[in-house]
């Protein structure tokens, strides 16, 4: 791995290496034609050849839906450079060089913009699944002009195939271990004279691949998703479509291994767990509607408008604790509820020398969120106890009343006070006896209440209870509310000064208001014994710095605006290959940590990029080959980030939004080959480093990280291999692929890699190690093309990979929990074309 500092210093003679033998054209073909596929994308806000586009744009296409198994963002990341989706539904971060936003603020946005059938879909709703998908683009580098909102990072651009007047129609069905089932079917047909309907429906389920023998399995998948559309030519310049798409979801809870004394076992790879968590669930119910309206008022001049709706609600019920012990029992269940309005409208002028698109684009989202925190009396209890022998009248008791016993030793007093400090939880027997001694008094069974209640008035604590509440919730709650209006105009040319060189250049407005509420409403739970004068604290969302527990709506607006733009000069080498140079700057607005109420006061910071990049793309070796190869330097200012952080005062690890700077710069390939004519080799690498500055916080363990500049480099590469021999029987291809991405995770001073366990710091099995994945598909098709088969298979080398323990009890408890990478899946899929 080259270090940073040095991949600093050589990056701009590495980029000048690796463009200058592509400036000559010998490399690229000149007059044949490519024997690869032309890929057409719409990154530009109108079709075009992705080799015409001075962008570094990736494509996934159906094809490779199919031949890979993906079914979701998270499964295709591997295939494009510089693309992350980490794992979650309800909760999914994208990441475009480095840049993303993970958390569950519904107050903020991410810096990965997702477009579904040209219309915005908000963070919870850009993990639609794959099906029908005609192909996924992937837009690098801040897309501030053309696409707008929160497109910072990047755009991902999801293209689902459209009704044509040709009938076509299949059924499928992938069959896998872990009882993998997922069928899918799809009709397209004319209904009516220039009227034609397209619908797919796919139902996926699979069980879980992590055993846990105090509930529902981790992994677990129930996907039902489904989609009608009718296209309406209405004359040779009009057409019209109409949408609607369902989604109905029900997975089991986010995994959360134990790595801990309390957990089942501390070998993550044993994929076994114990977790008691209550009614785990993730679970989306979503519908949209959509209409667009495509019209060509000449021959130079056209219109797309574009309107859309979009509900949905998510449950993400999760283990906090990794344990079935309920000591120490903790769960989250983040609920949303979104409805977002999306209306865009652009006009397309296409001429001789001059192309522009130019448009303006309007959104209204309105956001329910309700985080609730559940623990036991049991738990809660745990977290008293460590409060009671921390209590400064209570030590000094103890310890005065020792030492007088001792005669005036004050090395008693210091014994006592390290006995006291042994005793873990009040309802333990052994730990009660303790206790009572160390005062002096006699032990009475724990069992009893009214004891409690003593003690409670005694040290001015409502916390203090018997065991008699024992399973009984305890619950907190955040809910907030909120209501956002985005608008934007944009307006982007390309003029061709020449045969070879054109010079594109756009710029836009972009306006965010944002209003949004927080109510706590207190702690939820029955105490029918004194102290009922006391009031009942906060345990799970106490924080010292604003945190206010009063049952009071607190409401924030705030606004921001940006103008943002780039400019773009592109250079054609040859008639199939070109080089481009640009500037463009992105926007992200500012927002409120929903987890915050300081805040209100206090917005998180709008985020802004800038971005340089030097490209080429094109056709070479007569037209076996095909490149696109990027050099990036990019600037981020107050990047916003969620951190998981323990500041003094704080009871558990919560997240929370704070700023930085970041500068990443980085080279990016992506490289098909043809070495004969029925065998494809592919490429995509990147190489990446990453200079950070971060405000100052606290981390999960409460250590304190004053925001020092850090560096990484991260390399990542995936190899695929596609053969299709010719054959007498049908048609038969084999692809493979593999992928390799090095982990930078024990650079990251927020990620813990190693807990206390028997009092001995141990490492995490698999925490740091690089991702290594093997996979293959070996299928046949009949000559008639009606019939298909293959055998495929996952993770083939069964790599196995952990991240962070993390975890909202790891430090009032020490019960850190993690995750784990997916097992070897395999399996065989069946289909049918009418």
Excluded: C
Excluded at 71 to 98: C, H, K, N, W
Excluded at 802 to 822: H, K, P, Q
């Amino acid at each position: 791995m080259m270090k940073p500092e040095l991949f600093k210093k050589a990056k701009l003679p590495l980029a000048i290496a690796l463009f200058a033998p592509l400036s000559t054209t010998p490399i690229f073909a000149v007059a044949a034609d490519s024997l690869l596929e032309e890929v057409t994308v719409t990154a530009q806000k109108r079709e075009q050849s992705s080799l015409d586009v001075p962008i570094t744009v990736d494509t996934f296409s159906s094809d490779k839906i199919v031949k890979t198994g993906a079914l979701t963002l998270s499964e295709m990341d591997a295939y494009i450079p510089g693309f992350e989706a980490e794992e979650g539904l309800t909760q999914v971060s994208l990441s475009i060089r480095g840049i993303s936003s993970p958390n569950i603020s519904a107050g903020g946005d991410p810096s990965v913009s997702t477009f579904y059938d040209d219309s915005y879909l908000p963070s919870p709703a850009a993990t639609i699944a794959f099906s029908d998908m005609e192909r996924v683009e992937v837009l690098k580098g801040p897309q501030g002009t053309l696409f707008g909102r929160n497109s910072a990072a990047g755009t991902l651009n999801l293209v689902p195939r459209r009704p044509s007047e040709e009938f076509d129609a299949f059924v499928s069905t992938r069959l896998g271990n872990y009882g993998l089932v997922r069928s899918e079917a799809m009709l397209n047909t004319a209904v009516a004279d220039n009227v034609y309907m397209r619908a797919n429906l796919l139902t996926n389920q699979r069980d879980g691949y992590v055993d846990n023998v105090a509930g529902r399995d981790s992994g677990e998948q129930d996907v039902v998703t489904g989609r009608v559309s009718l296209l309406w030519d209405v004359n040779p310049a009009t057409d019209l479509q109409f949408s609607v798409d369902w989604d109905r979801v029900d997975n089991s809870p986010r995994m959360a291994i134990g790595f801990s004394d309390f957990s089942l076992n501390t070998d993550p790879f044993s994929r076994k767990v114990a977790n008691d968590i209550i009614d785990g669930e993730e679970t989306r119910d979503m519908y949209a509607v959509s209409l667009k309206l495509l019209h060509e008022f000449s021959d130079t001049l056209s219109m797309k408008a574009v309107h859309s709706y979009r509900s949905y609600e998510t449950t993400n019920r999760e283990e906090e604790d990794g344990t079935a012990d309920p000591t120490t029992y903790l769960d989250t269940n983040n609920s949303f509820d979104n409805d977002i309005s999306y209306t865009e409208i652009q006009f397309n002028y296409n001429a001789d020398k001059l192309n522009a698109v130019f448009g303006a684009n309007y959104s209204s989202e309105r956001i329910y969120q309700n985080v609730t925190a559940t623990a036991l009396a049991d738990s809660a209890m745990r977290v008293t106890t460590s409060e009671v022998i921390k209590n400064p009248i209570l030590r000094a008791q103890i310890e005065q009343g020792a030492i007088a016993q001792a005669g005036g030793d004050p090395m008693a007093g210091i014994y006592a006070l390290s006995l006291l400090d042994s005793i873990d939880h009040l309802w333990d027997q052994g730990d009660w006896a303790l206790f009572n001694s160390l005062l002096g008094q006699p032990s009475t069974p724990p069992q009893v209440g009214p004891v409690y209640d003593g003690l409670a008035q005694q040290l001015g604590s409502s916390m203090i209870y018997g065991t008699e509440y024992a399973g009984q919730l305890w619950q907190e709650s955040v809910t907030n509310n909120g209501d956002f209006v985005n608008y934007g105009f944009y307006a982007d040319a390309e003029y061709a000064f020449t045969s070879k060189f054109r010079l594109s250049a756009g710029l836009r407005y972009s306006y965010d208001e944002k209003e949004f509420s927080w109510l706590v409403p207190g702690v939820e739970f029955d105490r029918e014994t004194v102290p009922n004068t006391l009031p009942v604290q906060p345990l799970i969302f106490r924080v010292e710095d604003g945190y206010l527990v009063d049952n009071v709506t607190r409401v924030a607006k705030e606004d921001w605006d940006k103008v943002t733009g780039r400019l773009v000069g592109q250079y054609d080498i040859t008639d199939q290959a070109m080089v481009f140079l640009s500037y463009a700057t992105g926007y992200k607005s500012g927002g409120f940590d929903s987890l915050n109420q300081a805040s209100a006061e206090n917005p998180v910071k709008p985020e802004s990029v800038e971005n340089i990049e030097l490209g080429v793309k094109g056709d070479l070796f007569d037209g076996r080959g095909r490149i696109q190869l990027s050099y990036f330097d990019m600037t981020v200012d107050d990047r916003q980030r969620s951190v998981e952080t323990l500041p003094p005062g704080q009871t558990n690890a919560l997240p929370r939004l704070i700023n930085g700077d970041q500068s990443i710069d980085g080279v990016e390939l992506t490289f098909d080959w043809l070495p004969r004519d029925d065998v494809r080799l592919g490429l995509v690498t990147t190489v990446r480093d990453t200079e950070s500055q971060w405000e100052t916080f606290y981390n999960a363990e409460g250590e304190f990280q004053d925001g020092k500049e850090s560096g990484s480099t991260d390399t990542a590469y995936t190899v695929t291999f596609d053969w299709s021999p010719e054959v007498s029987f049908g048609s038969v291809s084999l692809y493979a692929d593999y992928i390799f991405a090095e982990n930078s995770d024990e650079s990251d001073p927020a990620l813990i890699g190693s807990v206390l366990i028997d009092g001995v710091e141990t490492p995490v099995p698999g925490f740091g190690e690089d991702t290594k994945l093997l996979n293959a598909r070996l299928s046949w098709m009949s000559n008639d093309e009606h019939y298909e088969a293959a055998l495929w298979g996952q993770n083939l080398l069964e790599n196995e990979v952990t991240d962070s323990v993390g975890g909202r009890t790891l430090n009032v408890y020490g019960t850190g929990y993690l995750n784990i990478s997916a097992p070897r899946t395999f399996g065989v899929d069946l289909r049918y074309n009418f």
